[in-house]
Nanobody, 123 residues
């Protein structure tokens, strides 16, 4: 059974940094597409960053500020968030899709989700 557990969230002032981690278990990590999503109060969930088969993709609003990476030996996914802005405030979710394809990088068809972790950025 696939399990994803996020950690590393919290509160930070604008311009600060946080690193989110997602510990994964229950599947062959290297063959999966992984992603970070977020949902702010009153807004729809959006895909933030995706990684699979050595490729990455970011939503325009975080390009140049966020970096997605993974450590296959540790089965852990990361999201390094720099130059944080108040509009980055949201619940962040780690997710996995068992195929690296076009849908992966569009944030579609992710079957496995973590419980979410809060990120709050104050101005």
């Amino acid at each position: 059974q696939v399990q994803l557990v996020e950690s590393g969230g919290g509160s930070v002032q604008a311009g600060g940094s946080l690193r989110l981690s997602c510990a994964a278990s229950g599947y062959t990590y290297s063959t999966y597409c992984m992603g970070w999503f977020r949902q702010a109060p009153g807004k729809e969930r959006e895909g933030v960053a995706f990684i699979g088969s050595g490729s990455t993709r970011y939503v325009d609003s975080v390009k140049g500020r966020f970096t997605i990476s993974k450590d296959s030996a540790k089965n852990t996914l990361y999201l390094q968030m720099n130059s944080l802005k108040p509009e980055d405030t949201a619940m962040y979710y780690c997710a996995a899709r068992n195929q690296v394809d076009v849908a992966c990088f569009r944030g579609v068809g992710f079957a496995y989700w973590g419980q979410g972790i809060q990120v709050a950025v104050s101005s």
